[in-house]
């Protein structure tokens, strides 16, 4: 039965890379109260990734008390929690569902051997056709196999293999399950048909049995258990959605569901996310097929590595004199960062940054890409290297977006979300070079804000993810592409897509 609207609460959890980050929201979409809390990642080697499941449980409950303090909410008055999460990363559990090592998360990249392995075992015909994506080191299948080769002894004791959230909804209700946006991610899924794969399984010598079921993302998962409502504060037998994955509801937040609609999000990483009312495979796989967090859909997706990893890189190292001013006037450094560069001009007189600091994945696939300064010479300032990093880091999107143009896929316009959309001269940027029109997103947590959305789905608030979408996600500002830049940015475009081609042979070829 579906519940009244008036004074409604949800509450949505975003279980980011850095943090946790819960939020109450209303019915029409307000995002009342936020709170989040923190944790590690830890780098044992070069190209690892990990994080303690443990970490993540406490950082959630405690960010859930926060936010239902600081929100002066009843827990009874809480229909629904949905949460999104980081992609791709390996929870091993033992039969009791204790943690049996840190999981690899989804920038981890150790897992170079067993792609190959995996591509060797499959084949990219196979690949494509039953799991639609490619063998990359940050997914959860080769993660698997690293486990079986490099420590049999925890591989010997698994029993259960989630992905980060559903740990979290784990602990939340005391039930296992996953989603079919996040599954989507560990290349064990059939995205075309929305269920496991046994084709991959058993050519890959992974127990089926330990996958957990998959619902869509709207669907309850569970209700909060007695346990559980003590260490968050939320009321015992509160509905919990299945949740999504964080692209997959980042997208939600922005209100792209539909065909033609396009998400470009720039947070650590770069993403552009095209949806699709069928399942549609790249058959070269330059792009990820995912499942949406809605029945019936699904989405084309690009991602480049370091998007505002790149800026908050050039912020620590070489922003001194933005980050001296800020301390002074208590400007976000990254508005005065944007500033300075805003006073070169459009194409930055012809230097060109490739943002491929911690490798690549689209359209190049290419761990060993690096970061490039190209064209230097003695008129150049650092307004000029700061322009040139914002137009690489948009130019990288651009790829994405010709890759998904060139799938047959309609582009009528963007929807900016993450760190970039907080910038207006960034937004009007990236509209000068796709060519399109644009918006920024309504939300500056969009995950978090399409979790909830998700659990107001399965607390009955909303009859189905489209009505939630449509009744509580709207937009902001519309920018029009500036035409007198486009000559100045193709230029550029052009450049930077000549580059990568000509440096590929003289990358290193290992760390």
Same mark, same amino acid.
């Given at each position: 039965?579906?519940? #009244?609207?008036?004074?409604?609460?949800?509450?949505?959890?975003?279980?980011?890379?850095?943090?946790?980050? *819960?939020?109450?929201?209303?019915?029409?979409?307000?995002?009342?109260?936020?709170?989040?809390?923190? =944790?590690?990642?830890?780098?044992?080697?070069?190209?690892?990734?990990?994080? !303690?499941?443990?970490?993540?449980?406490?950082?959630?409950?405690?960010?859930?008390?926060?936010?239902?303090?600081?929100?002066?909410?009843?827990?009874?008055?809480?229909?629904?929690?949905?949460?999104?999460?980081?992609?791709?990363?390996?929870?091993?559990?033992?039969?009791?569902?204790? +943690?049996?090592?840190?999981?690899?998360?989804?920038?981890?990249?150790?897992?170079?051997?067993?792609?190959?392995?995996?591509?060797?075992?499959?084949?990219?015909?196979?690949?494509?056709?039953?799991?639609?994506?490619?063998?990359?080191?940050?997914?959860? *299948?080769?993660?698997?196999?690293?486990?079986?080769?490099?420590?049999?002894?925890?591989?010997?004791?698994?029993?259960?293999?989630?992905?980060?959230?559903?740990?979290?909804?784990?602990?939340?209700?005391? !039930?296992?399950?996953?989603?079919?946006? !996040?599954?989507?991610?560990?290349?064990?899924?059939?995205?075309?048909? &929305?269920?496991?794969?046994?084709?991959?399984?058993? &050519?890959?010598?992974?127990? /089926?049995?330990?996958?957990?079921? /998959?619902?869509?993302?709207?669907?309850?998962? %569970?209700?909060?258990?007695?346990?559980?409502?003590?260490?968050?504060?939320?009321?015992?037998?509160?509905?919990?959605?299945?949740?999504?994955?964080?692209?997959?509801?980042?997208?939600?937040?922005?209100?792209?569901?539909?065909?033609?609609?396009?998400?470009?999000?720039?947070?650590?990483?770069?993403?552009?996310?095209?949806?699709?009312?069928?399942?549609?495979?790249?058959?070269?796989?330059?792009?990820?097929?995912?499942?949406?967090?809605?029945?019936?859909?699904?989405?084309?997706?690009?991602?480049?590595?370091?998007?505002?990893?790149?800026?908050?890189?050039?912020?620590?190292?070489?922003?001194?004199?933005?980050? #001296?001013?800020?301390?002074?006037?208590?400007?976000?450094? =990254?508005?005065?960062?944007?500033?300075?560069?805003?006073? *070169?001009?459009?194409?930055?007189?012809?230097?060109?940054?490739?943002?491929?600091?911690? %490798?690549?994945?689209?359209?190049?696939?290419?761990?060993?890409?690096?970061?490039?300064?190209?064209?230097?010479?003695?008129?150049?300032?650092?307004?000029? $290297?700061?322009?040139?990093?914002?137009?690489?880091?948009?130019?990288?999107?651009?790829?994405?977006?010709?890759?998904?143009?060139?799938?047959?896929?309609?582009? !009528?316009?963007? $929807?900016?979300?993450?760190?970039?959309?907080?910038?207006?001269?960034?937004?009007?940027?990236?509209?000068?070079?796709?060519?399109?029109?644009?918006? *920024?997103?309504?939300?500056?947590?969009?995950?978090?804000?399409?979790?909830?959305?998700?659990?107001?789905?399965?607390?009955? +608030?909303?009859?189905? /993810?489209?009505?939630?979408?449509?009744?509580?996600?709207?937009?902001?500002?519309?920018?029009?592409?500036?035409?007198?830049?486009?000559?100045?940015?193709?230029?550029?475009?052009?450049?930077?897509?000549?580059?990568?081609?000509?440096?590929?042979? /003289?990358?290193?070829?290992?760390?």
């Amino acid at each position: 039965m579906k519940l #009244s609207r008036d004074g409604t609460h949800i509450l949505g959890l975003d279980l980011g890379t850095t943090g946790a980050k *819960a939020g109450l929201v209303s019915a029409a979409g307000a995002v009342t109260a936020e709170a989040s809390v923190g =944790y590690e990642t830890s780098t044992p080697r070069p190209g690892w990734a990990e994080q !303690d499941p443990l970490d993540w449980w406490d950082a959630s409950a405690q960010a859930i008390r926060k936010v239902l303090a600081a929100g002066n909410v009843d827990p009874a008055a809480v229909a629904g929690v949905g949460l999104s999460g980081q992609m791709h990363g390996s929870v091993f559990l033992d039969g009791a569902g204790a +943690v049996l090592r840190p999981c690899m998360i989804w920038c981890d990249q150790r897992t170079s051997d067993q792609c190959a392995k995996i591509r060797e075992l499959v084949g990219d015909r196979h690949l494509a056709e039953w799991v639609g994506n490619p063998a990359l080191p940050g997914f959860t *299948a080769p993660k698997v196999l690293w486990l079986e080769e490099n420590e049999p002894g925890s591989y010997r004791r698994v029993r259960h293999l989630l992905l980060p959230k559903d740990y979290i909804n784990m602990r939340l209700t005391g !039930d296992i399950s996953t989603d079919v946006s !996040d599954a989507s991610g560990t290349l064990l899924f059939d995205v075309v048909n &929305r269920s496991w794969s046994k084709h991959m399984t058993d &050519r890959l010598g992974i127990p /089926v049995e330990w996958l957990p079921g /998959v619902l869509e993302s709207g669907d309850a998962a %569970g209700v909060v258990s007695a346990e559980a409502a003590r260490a968050t504060g939320l009321k015992e037998g509160t509905p919990v959605a299945a949740g999504g994955a964080d692209n997959a509801c980042g997208a939600l937040g922005m209100g792209v569901l539909s065909p033609g609609r396009v998400a470009v999000s720039i947070g650590s990483s770069g993403t552009v996310l095209a949806p699709t009312g069928s399942p549609h495979v790249d058959p070269e796989m330059r792009l990820h097929s995912f499942c949406h967090a809605a029945p019936h859909t699904w989405y084309l997706m690009g991602v480049m590595l370091s998007a505002g990893l790149t800026l908050r890189w050039f912020r620590d190292e070489m922003g001194e004199p933005e980050l #001296s001013e800020s301390e002074e006037s208590g400007d976000d450094p =990254y508005d005065l960062l944007v500033h300075t560069a805003s006073r *070169a001009p459009a194409g930055s007189e012809g230097l060109i940054f490739l943002p491929y600091l911690t %490798g690549e994945r689209t359209p190049h696939s290419d761990p060993f890409a690096r970061g490039v300064l190209f064209g230097l010479d003695l008129t150049k300032t650092r307004s000029h $290297v700061l322009r040139a990093v914002l137009e690489g880091i948009t130019f990288g999107l651009k790829d994405s977006l010709l890759l998904i143009s060139e799938a047959g896929l309609p582009l !009528d316009s963007v $929807v900016s979300g993450g760190g970039g959309s907080r910038s207006r001269f960034w937004v009007q940027m990236q509209s000068d070079v796709f060519e399109l029109p644009i918006a *920024a997103a309504c939300s500056n947590d969009a995950a978090m804000l399409g979790a909830a959305l998700l659990g107001g789905v399965a607390g009955g +608030v909303y009859p189905s /993810v489209e009505e939630a979408v449509g009744s509580a996600v709207g937009e902001g500002e519309r920018l029009e592409p500036q035409a007198e830049t486009f000559d100045a940015y193709r230029r550029s475009y052009g450049q930077y897509r000549r580059l990568y081609p000509a440096l590929k042979p /003289v990358f290193m070829r290992e760390y």
